[in-house]
T-cell receptor, first 111, second 114 residues
Framework: LAKTTQPISMDSYEGQEVNITCSHN???????ITWYQQFPSQGPRFIIQ???TKVTNEVASLFIPADRKSSTLSLPRVSLSDTAVYYC????????????FGKGTKLSVKP | NAGVTQTPKFQVLKTGQSMTLQCAQD?????MYWYRQDPGMGLRLIYY???????DKGEVPNGYNVSRLNKREFSLRLESAAPSQTSVYFC?????????????FGPGTRLLVL
């Protein structure tokens, strides 16, 4: 399974765009990239998933370059409620329990 | 729909005591998972059940047993609790089909072993 590397923490201010980059140098051809968000005292929540190029939903965008060795989660105009830990996971579809969450990136949004 | 529910929400045990953490989902999902999360750490997979009737070890299975009681329910048992098992336990489920691996998590069970 591809190992991922993310910054341990990031700080931002309300209204700013936040980009969290995840490195996954040994990503396999059939691996997908998935991001989860976890608020304090809650279980993680799915944000977005992608394979290549760009994926956008109502919450975030995911940018994946052509070599797929990294990916960037983009959160537009963050608010205080976006303060959370963000996890980048890499694995094949149907990997059934082989996904590794790691320590994630703790995003702190300040007023 | 309640999604994924876990009981109890909080439990205090003494070393050597046993207990079972309960998890149920009402989304007709095939696969279910148990994770533990220690302070400041990511989630580590304890056991998972890809489908009813099957269970497999995850990253940290020692000291735990699981039972996939039926499609809805997946329980985690600590036979002889140890302080090292103090953690927050999360249950999750997925549809279990290729292209539908989004994991839905329960609210967690906070376990303190003294």
């Amino acid at each position: 399974l591809a190992k991922t590397t993310q910054p341990i923490s990031m700080d931002s201010y309300e209204g700013q765009e936040v980009n969290i980059t995840c490195s996954h140098n040994n990503i396999a051809t059939n691996d997908y990239i998935t991001w989860y968000q976890q608020f304090p005292s809650q279980g993680p929540r799915f944000i977005i998933q992608g394979y290549k190029t760009k994926v956008t939903n109502e919450v975030a965008s995911l940018f994946i370059p052509a070599d797929r060795k990294s990916s960037t989660l983009s959160l537009p105009r963050v608010s205080l409620s976006d303060t959370a830990v963000y996890y980048c996971l890499v694995g094949p579809r149907g990997s059934q329990g082989n996904l590794i969450f790691g320590k994630g990136t703790k995003l702190s949004v300040k007023p | 729909n309640a999604g994924v529910t876990q009981t109890p929400k909080f439990q205090v045990l003494k070393t050597g005591q046993s207990m079972t953490l309960q998890c149920a989902q009402d989304m007709n999902h095939n696969s279910m998972y148990w994770y533990r999360q220690d302070p400041g750490m990511g989630l580590r997979l304890i056991y998972y059940s890809a489908s009813e009737g099957t269970t497999d070890k995850g990253e940290v299975p020692n000291g735990y047993n699981v039972s996939r009681l039926n499609k809805r329910e997946f329980s985690l048992r600590l036979e002889s609790a140890a302080p090292s098992q103090t953690s927050v336990y999360f249950c999750a489920s997925t549809r279990g089909q290729a292209g539908e691996e989004t994991q839905y998590f329960g609210p967690g069970t906070r376990l303190l072993v003294l």
